[in-house]
């Protein structure tokens, strides 16, 4: 997932000749039969005419294809294959394995089925991937009481439960499913809902740079950027204002795949090269795609400058190839590392059992081959050829492309194909692949649902998502499927808040009126102490994007530094408002300062519903200190008593209950 140093290797369909000893002219002309029993040769031999909107017609065209089908300069499919398999021979004659390494072991309905009986906090070495746990003190199981349904739902599908959108939940139904049906349908029809209040919270707290184009944010940041602050300006920008359109937006489930898509195609948005057009990435191509079409979603990724820039297909060229782009692209955005078959023979991958028309996974010379596939796809950038062209945009550079043919993923690519065609049958042949719908759905139910997530889901929501991997709503027809299942209604507590979930989440449970923003000094602390948590958004500079399990988030540092944050939203102030109401939201909300009565309101406002009772006690007799927790009525001041803690800095006691319920399991389990 690191990136990778540059793979040299001649280019050009006359230079792949030459390596691999053969003429071209004379090979086009008399191609000798293929030798070998290989099962993509006995596929071409065999394959009969596909229908057009089947996946598997992006496969090579049979042996017997009527003219029409054979390819340029009159080559068959046999003969192409033989041109790869003599360039294979020349480029890594020796470095690839004849033998496919041992099959991985698909999971049992046993042990690939969600767990359903409450949130676990113990982790062995099985469960954690090996890692030793030595020196470490074993670890307690915690069960947690089931809150109520809409608290359950609403913690998955947005940043956080809060009184009014619980209500909201609540209403829309007779049941609990018709309830979850009808929110799933309201929120993924999402350009019906207003936002114009974050809208206006942004515009009026100085945001700038969200509205302008892609030229815009070039000319303005780059070419003509007075200095590096305002140069960066656009990708700070995008990065406080994900706090506030995640605390704040009516568009909770829209928020919540933003940031999902960000992580999966991850670019580190404050690079000195990509900041300038993160606005462009984050608004045009996740934002813009997040429930829509994968397919068009990829090719939005690949064209971007952002991403362009990221991976370093914007030099990726026939004289200087670079595979970054293409392996990040099969690793990490399509296949999945579990489907990553090593250095061998493309031709003797076997095909996948779910649909033979396909490989079951991708070599390293299938990263290759991907490579010389986007190798033009660049930028309008100032480059010394191209001097005059300069504005930021996408753009195909002809001349940049090795244009020879290629065999990748079990399919064969004619040479000379017309402008962009080749990488973009690249991107047909991954988003149709059935290894690929099953680990975009197993990273979709891991996201909401639980960090194992249960096979039979995966299987069936990858199958609603390769049926639909051309339609234009295939990814929202997906999510309908994901978040009606039977997994996502009946679990809880599989998933743990990362450190900018709770931040989000206690924003919104405290009832903040506050947007973080540039040149503000209580912003850029706010800023500061988000960095200790390890989860300032779109700043990982890995391409695998922040991690989605518990365990990746379970270290005392994180727990630390997130818990302090929270504990510093309770006690800031900006000027002389506090960040989060408090005081006086307890006001308005309760009408009797009892320790019972303050504890019990805060837990409903923080948590939706009330901890088991023990656990409930302990934040009762915190409150209470020397008084009755029943009876004694707590005053509403803040004043010095240390003679009788029951009257001792009652406002700060007030503040520290609300922190330790924000630093509760019960909080940070969704």
Same mark, same amino acid.
């Given at each position: 997932?690191?990136?990778?140093?540059?793979?040299?290797?001649?280019?050009?369909?006359?230079?792949?000749?030459?390596?691999?000893?053969?003429?071209f002219?004379?090979?086009?002309?008399?191609?000798?039969?293929?030798?070998?029993?290989?099962?993509?040769?006995?596929?071409?031999?065999?394959?009969?005419?596909?229908?057009?909107?089947?996946?598997?017609?992006?496969?090579?065209?049979?042996a017997?294809?009527p003219?029409?089908?054979?390819?340029?300069?009159?080559?068959?499919?046999?003969?192409?294959?033989?041109?790869?398999?003599?360039?294979?021979?020349?480029?890594?004659?020796?470095?690839?394995?004849?033998?496919?390494?041992?099959?991985?072991?698909?999971?049992?309905?046993?042990?690939?089925a969600?767990?359903?009986?409450g949130?676990?906090v113990?982790?062995?070495?099985k469960?954690?991937?090996?890692?030793?746990?030595?020196?470490?003190?074993?670890?307690?199981?915690?069960?947690?009481?089931?809150?109520?349904?809409?608290v359950?739902?609403?913690?998955?599908?947005s940043?956080?439960?809060?009184?009014?959108?619980?209500?909201?939940?609540?209403?829309?139904?007779?049941?609990?499913?018709?309830?979850?049906?009808n929110y799933?349908?309201?929120?993924?029809?999402?350009?019906?809902?207003?936002?114009?209040?974050?809208d206006?919270?942004?515009?009026?707290?100085?945001?700038?740079?969200?509205?302008?184009?892609?030229?815009?944010?070039?000319?303005?940041?780059?070419v003509?950027?007075?200095?590096?602050?305002?140069?960066?300006?656009p990708?700070?920008?995008v990065?406080?204002?994900?706090?506030?359109?995640?605390?704040?937006?009516?568009?909770?489930?829209r928020?919540?795949?933003?940031?999902?898509?960000?992580?999966?195609?991850?670019?580190?948005?404050?690079?000195?090269?990509?900041?300038?057009?993160?606005?462009?990435?984050?608004?045009?191509?996740?934002?813009?795609?997040?429930?829509?079409?994968?397919?068009t979603?990829?090719?939005?990724?690949?064209?971007?400058?952002?991403?362009?820039?990221?991976?370093?297909?914007?030099?990726?060229?026939?004289?200087?190839?670079?595979?970054?782009?293409?392996?990040?692209?099969?690793?990490?955005?399509?296949?999945?590392?579990?489907?990553?078959?090593?250095?061998?023979?493309?031709?003797?991958?076997?095909?996948c059992?779910?649909?033979?028309?396909?490989?079951?996974?991708?070599?390293?010379?299938?990263?290759?081959?991907?490579?010389?596939?986007?190798?033009?796809?660049?930028?309008k950038?100032?480059?010394?050829?191209?001097?005059?062209?300069?504005?930021?945009?996408?753009?195909?550079?002809?001349s940049?492309?090795?244009?020879?043919?290629?065999?990748?993923?079990?399919?064969?690519?004619?040479?000379?194909?017309?402008?962009?065609?080749?990488?973009?049958?690249?991107m047909?042949?991954?988003?149709?692949?059935?290894?690929?719908?099953?680990?975009?759905?197993?990273?979709?139910?891991?996201r909401?649902?639980?960090?194992?997530p249960?096979?039979?889901?995966?299987?069936?929501?990858?199958?609603?998502?390769?049926?639909?991997?051309?339609?234009?709503d295939q990814i #929202?027809?997906?999510?309908?499927?994901?978040?009606?299942?039977?997994?996502?209604?009946n679990?809880?507590?599989?998933?743990?808040r990362?450190?900018?979930?709770?931040?989000?989440?206690?924003?919104?449970a405290?009832?903040?009126?506050?947007?973080?923003?540039?040149?503000?000094?209580?912003?850029?602390?706010f800023?500061?102490?988000?960095?200790?948590?390890?989860?300032?958004?779109?700043?990982?500079?890995?391409?695998?994007?922040?991690?989605?399990?518990?365990?990746?988030?379970?270290?005392?540092?994180?727990?630390?530094?997130?818990?302090?944050?929270?504990?510093?939203?309770?006690?800031?102030?900006?000027? #002389?408002?506090?960040?989060?109401?408090?005081v006086?939201?307890?006001?308005s909300?309760?009408?009797?300062?009892?320790?019972?009565?303050?504890?019990?309101?805060?837990?409903?406002?923080?948590?939706?519903?009330q901890?088991?009772?023990?656990r409930?006690?302990?934040?009762?007799?915190?409150?209470?200190?020397?008084?009755?927790?029943a009876s004694?009525v707590?005053?509403?001041?803040?004043?010095?008593?240390?003679?009788?803690?029951?009257?001792?800095?009652?406002?700060?006691?007030?503040?520290s209950?609300?922190?330790?319920?924000?630093?509760?399991?019960?909080?940070?389990?969704?």
């Open positions: 997932m690191a990136r990778r140093p540059l793979k040299f290797r001649l280019s050009g369909i006359r230079e792949r000749n030459l390596l691999a000893g053969g003429n002219e004379e090979t086009l002309a008399t191609p000798p039969p293929i030798e070998g029993t290989s099962y993509w040769t006995r596929r071409i031999q065999a394959q009969t005419t596909q229908t057009p909107a089947s996946p598997s017609s992006l496969s090579p065209v049979p017997n294809a003219a029409s089908q054979i390819g340029p300069h009159g080559m068959s499919p046999l003969a192409l294959e033989r041109q790869v398999r003599q360039r294979h021979r020349g480029l890594y004659a020796g470095r690839a394995s004849q033998t496919m390494p041992p099959p991985k072991q698909e999971p049992t309905a046993a042990t690939a969600s767990a359903i009986d949130p676990t113990a982790a062995t070495a469960d954690n991937g090996g890692r030793s746990m030595a020196g470490m003190s074993a670890p307690r199981l915690l069960t947690l009481p089931s809150p109520p349904f809409a359950r739902m609403l913690n998955r599908l940043y956080g439960a809060t009184p009014t959108t619980i209500s909201e939940f609540n209403a829309l139904g007779s049941t609990d499913k018709q309830r979850l049906a799933v349908d309201w929120q993924l029809d999402w350009d019906s809902i207003s936002d114009a209040a974050v206006t919270r942004l515009t009026q707290a100085g945001y700038t740079t969200l509205g302008k184009s892609l030229t815009q944010l070039w000319s303005d940041h780059i003509n950027s007075p200095d590096n602050t305002f140069r960066v300006r990708g700070n920008e990065q406080r204002a994900a706090y506030v359109r995640a605390a704040y937006s009516r568009r909770q489930l928020e919540v795949l933003v940031n999902f898509w960000h992580d999966h195609f991850n670019v580190l948005g404050t690079d000195f090269s990509i900041a300038p057009v993160h606005v462009h990435y984050d608004r045009d191509v996740i934002r813009a795609n997040a429930k829509g079409n994968f397919r979603m990829l090719g939005a990724v690949a064209s971007s400058t952002a991403m362009l820039y990221y991976l370093d297909n914007l030099s990726n060229s026939r004289s200087g190839p670079n595979e970054n782009w293409a392996r990040e692209l099969l690793e990490l955005h399509t296949f999945g590392a579990e489907n990553y078959l090593g250095f061998m023979d493309p031709f003797q991958v076997p095909p059992p779910e649909d033979p028309a396909y490989p079951i996974g991708y070599t390293d010379i299938d990263v290759y081959e991907t490579s010389a596939a986007f190798t033009g796809w660049s930028a950038n100032g480059h010394w050829e191209f001097p005059s062209e300069n504005d930021g945009t996408f753009v195909y550079r002809q940049w492309h090795d244009a020879g043919p290629k065999f990748l993923l079990g399919m064969l690519i004619y040479p000379e194909q017309p402008a962009l065609k080749d990488g973009r049958d690249v047909d042949r991954l988003a149709s692949h059935p290894r690929v719908a099953k680990f975009i759905c197993k990273k979709l139910i891991r909401f649902i639980s960090d194992t249960g096979q039979k889901l995966i299987d069936s929501a990858a199958a609603v998502f390769r049926a639909n991997w051309q339609h234009p #929202e027809i997906t999510l309908r499927h994901i978040l009606n299942s039977e997994d996502m209604i679990s809880w507590g599989m998933k743990n990362r450190p900018f979930e709770a931040t989000v989440a206690a924003m919104r405290l009832g903040h009126d506050w947007t973080p923003r540039l040149d503000h000094g209580k912003s850029d602390e800023m500061w102490r988000v960095g200790f948590t390890g989860h300032t958004p779109y700043n990982w500079a890995a391409p695998n994007g922040y991690p989605d399990n518990g365990l990746a988030w379970s270290g005392s540092n994180s727990f630390a530094m997130t818990w302090k944050l929270l504990n510093w939203l309770t006690e800031t102030n900006d000027g #002389e408002v506090p960040l989060s109401p408090i006086a939201a307890t006001r909300g309760v009408a009797s300062w009892t320790a019972n009565n303050l504890v019990t309101f805060w837990c409903n406002r923080i948590l939706g519903y901890p088991e009772t023990s409930k006690q302990t934040l009762v007799n915190f409150m209470a200190q020397n008084g009755d927790p004694y707590i005053l509403d001041n803040d004043v010095w008593q240390q003679s009788d803690l029951k009257r001792h800095y009652n406002h700060q006691r007030l503040r209950l609300v922190s330790l319920i924000l630093m509760s399991p019960e909080f940070m389990s969704r």
